[in-house]
């Protein structure tokens, strides 16, 4: 049986390998891999449609986080989906009285990029929960956009849900005691194409 793993595994690299560019010469560079054509294509999206993303199909991608590897099984992570617009506009009316700058953008509709679903991310202190959690999110970025729908990571967002004034929708979130919001996650439908920015490849070498 692991012989049949092992040869159907080699299979699929040769196969993937066989299907995209060895030398690229941008991050454009076709390949008809369609897990690198997901990579390659995805991009940081911060304007969103209103309609909602459907909560089974946020169910799914929340399956593909928890599908992600992290160290020894021990899946040091939770997840809360928050699709319920009297929690996210109550705690951007908060965010608002602090920063009333933040309105002035007339496209504003909530603090966390106008994200109608929002994925609050909690680990225990662990040398590497932050890394399993991180694992996690680019998981679930990577499967919405391949459903094409738009996500952007929020750290701003997330440090005011952690100061006294909006304690209590952090309460809300009910995580495990012994757990810490470390991040957030906005989902939506995207309402822009925003252009790939360079990436620097000079940050990749082969060590001989």
């Not at 049949?4 to 454009?28: E, F, M, V």
């Not at 590897?69 to 705690?91: K, Y």
Request: glycine share 8%; with cysteine; hydrophobic share 40%.
């Amino acid at each position: 049986m692991k012989t049949l793993k092992r040869i159907g595994l080699g299979a699929i690299l040769a196969a993937t390998l066989g299907s995209c560019s060895q030398t690229p010469t941008d991050n454009n560079a076709v390949c008809e891999n369609s897990v690198v054509e997901t990579i390659m294509s995805r991009r940081s999206v911060r304007h969103y449609q209103a309609r909602p993303v459907s909560r089974d199909t946020m169910q799914l991608i929340a399956r593909c986080g928890i599908n992600a590897p992290n160290a020894m099984n021990r899946q040091e992570w939770e997840l809360r989906i928050v699709d319920n617009p009297e929690f996210l506009d109550g705690v951007t009316a908060l965010f608002v009285k602090e920063n009333p700058d933040a309105t002035k953008d007339p496209t504003f509709r909530n603090m966390f990029r106008n994200a109608p679903t929002v994925v609050f991310i909690a680990a225990p202190e662990g040398a590497y929960a932050g890394v399993n959690c991180g694992l996690l999110g680019e998981n679930m970025i990577l499967a919405a956009w391949s459903m094409g729908i738009g996500s952007c990571c929020l750290g701003g967002p997330v440090a005011f849900m952690k100061s006294e004034i909006a304690a209590d929708y952090l309460s809300q979130l009910n995580f495990s005691e012994g757990y810490t919001l470390l991040y957030a996650i906005g989902f939506g439908y995207p309402a822009e194409a925003p252009d790939a920015r360079p990436r620097d490849e000079s940050k990749i070498s082969f060590v001989d």
